[in-house]
């Protein structure tokens, strides 16, 4: 069985004396869990600055560090941007790509997360590549073809499962309160599945983790959903409260 991965997205939040409170009463729990009874891995993405002071926060307790976003490139003249090699230098093992909020504020298109994702598996780092549909597209019966369009363009080829994760996460889910029913997860989690095992040989090992309005209350319905892996978290993964409530539900 695979196991399951809770990683938080912190987004544009917090400043550096509650990114670390916030870090350490995480990586506490898990550290004060045996390891029998946590069955599941666990990430924090905190915004760029606030990287290094998390690291220490959580180092030693077995939460994973990542990343918002990286550049293609190695390194070079790109203003404000940051290089996956850098990521990796101070500690982090993966990184989020194609958030829908970098697609809508940035104009990234499947190919910029597709090189995006090269870069981060050449520094060694797991990326995390979000897909998901707008509410106009589900409405319209295009849910399924536009995931299918977002994997195809933005995973890149010779990513396998220990390198590659993949997030859907519906626009009209994120922030919103709103979720896709378990049917519909479920649905949406095996076409996923379908149309990776197209590209890659050891699609069924790769984790798939739903996100979008994951809450205490919704995610042991969530995340027992076949094909469900785990869950990318972003509003509730600021309470370290119901953070821990989420990942105790996998
Ligand atoms: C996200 O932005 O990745 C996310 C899932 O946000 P929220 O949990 O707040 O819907």
């Not at 550049?71 to 940051?82: E, I, R, S």
């Not at 993949?166 to 029913?181: K, N, S």
Request: net charge negative; charged share 20%.
């Amino acid at each position: 069985m695979t196991r399951p991965l809770i990683v938080g997205n912190w987004k544009m939040n917090t400043l550096r004396h509650t990114a670390m409170a916030l870090a350490q009463d995480i990586g506490s729990r898990y550290a004060d869990t045996s390891a029998d009874e946590r069955g599941f891995d666990l990430m924090v993405c905190p915004p760029f600055p606030y990287l290094p002071t998390v690291g220490e926060a959580i180092a030693g307790s077995g939460v994973a560090l990542g990343a918002q976003d990286c550049h293609a490139a190695g390194g070079g003249a790109h203003t404000g941007d940051v290089a996956a090699e850098m990521l990796a230098d101070i500690g982090c093992t993966a990184v989020i790509l194609g958030h829908s909020e970098r697609r809508t504020d940035h104009g990234e298109i499947d190919l910029a997360v597709s090189e995006k994702a090269r870069a981060a598996h050449r520094a060694g780092l797991i990326a995390i590549i979000c897909i998901g549909e707008t509410e106009a597209e589900r409405d319209a019966g295009q849910a399924a073809d536009i995931c299918a369009r977002q994997i195809a363009g933005s995973v890149p080829k010779g990513a396998v499962a220990e390198d590659t994760v993949i997030a859907y996460e519906p626009v009209w889910a994120i922030g919103t309160g709103r979720t896709p029913t378990a049917a519909d997860v479920a649905d949406m989690h095996g076409h996923i599945r379908g149309e990776l095992s197209r590209f890659l040989d050891d699609a069924d090992r790769v984790r798939l983790l739903y996100g979008g309005s994951v809450k205490p209350g919704n995610a042991i319905q969530l995340l027992s959903v076949p094909n469900v892996d785990g869950a990318l978290v972003g509003g509730a993964s600021l309470s370290a409260e119901d953070f821990w409530a989420i990942a105790q539900s996998s």
